[in-house]
């Protein structure tokens, strides 16, 4: 995956170590007299230890690296006292990494009974604002004009018999959220992967037995979701490094939905391998309307 991530000078370096407790992911350490990256999952590529290096010895570059692990780092990072994963948690929000924050925030929230963790005051101290209220009239990009977004009402459709029991999950891992997911995860690997978007499930009664049953799910919404080249570079991975088997795409038919299938192309024209992609379009009543390989 080509990404940014630092880069040291050892002719500048003296080892002083004043960027190491700066990099607050844990990515650097003084070795043998020199700063060294000892993990290139760890670094975030956004360079808060540039400014405190007296030689100017530390840069950026973009190059071929393991992807960064937001979830490793928080989880490693939680040890290390709330000043140090707020500090952490501050400068993903300062460099707009809200991908990142959210993950960040969404472990926090699942780990808040962890003894020594205090995650309500870290999130307190992030300063973390509601969401503001969506009001379609004031926002073009979201508001009435996006056909996606027309309200329509239908009538369900009754069951046949009641059920004699609650029908069984076929969700084998989590997350499923692509911000959330690692593509290095074993349960890609070789794996038969349906991307969908966030509404199929909602829509379709069947889709458990009929549409996840013996695949690894990950899940997105083209047109809400930030930082969705994020999702590319994912699924890049999970092509070339996972070498999922196929990929399975379900869309609802509103227009915006269309963008899972741009971003599955366009990882595909950056992997060295090529995998069959199949394309299932489903009306807002849960019904397929195209299923096609592609």
């Known amino acids: 995956m080509q990404r940014d991530i630092i880069k040291i000078d050892e002719e500048k370096c003296n080892g002083c170590g004043q960027?190491?407790?700066n990099c607050h992911e844990g990515a650097l350490q003084v070795i043998d007299g020199k700063v060294r990256l000892?993990?290139?999952?760890m670094c975030d590529g956004l360079g808060a230890c540039i400014g405190n290096c007296p030689e100017g010895a530390i840069t950026i570059e973009k190059r071929e690296a393991e992807p960064y692990d937001e979830i490793a780092v928080i989880s490693g990072m939680a040890g290390k006292g709330t000043n140090t994963v707020v500090a952490h948690l501050k400068h993903l929000k300062d460099h707009d990494e809200y991908g990142y924050l959210e993950e960040a925030t969404t472990w926090l929230e699942l780990h808040r009974n962890d003894p020594g963790l205090d995650a309500d005051g870290i999130l307190a101290a992030l300063d973390r604002k509601p969401e503001p209220v969506y009001v379609a009239a004031s926002h073009g990009h979201h508001g009435a004009s996006c056909p996606g977004s027309r309200e329509r009402h239908f009538a369900a459709v009754p069951a046949f018999a009641p059920p004699t029991a609650d029908m069984p999950s076929q969700l084998t891992h989590w997350p499923v959220q692509m911000h959330l997911v690692n593509p290095n995860s074993p349960v890609y690997r070789g794996a038969d992967l349906l991307?969908?978007?966030?509404?199929?499930a909602f829509s379709m009664g069947s889709?458990?037995?009929?549409?996840l049953k013996g695949k690894a799910l990950a899940i997105?919404?083209?047109?809400?979701?930030?930082?969705?080249?994020?999702?590319?570079?994912?699924?890049?991975?999970?092509?070339?490094?996972?070498?999922?088997?196929?990929i399975t795409v379900m869309m609802m038919e509103v227009p915006c939905c269309g963008g899972l299938v741009q971003m599955v192309r366009a990882a595909l024209a950056g992997s060295s391998r090529k995998v069959p992609v199949k394309a299932l379009i489903v009306s807002v009543e849960g019904n397929i309307l195209k299923d096609e390989w592609i």
């Not at 889709?207 to 549409?211: D, M």
């Not at 809400?224 to 070498?243: C, N, R, S």
């Open 195 to 200: 991307l969908a978007a966030d509404c199929v």
């Open 220 to 246: 997105a919404c083209p047109k809400l979701d930030h930082g969705t080249d994020t999702y590319i570079e994912k699924l890049t991975v999970m092509i070339d490094t996972a070498k999922v088997n196929t």
């Open 207 to 211: 889709f458990h037995n009929t549409h």
């Open 19 to 21: 960027c190491v407790p």
């Open 38 to 41: 000892v993990s290139e999952l």
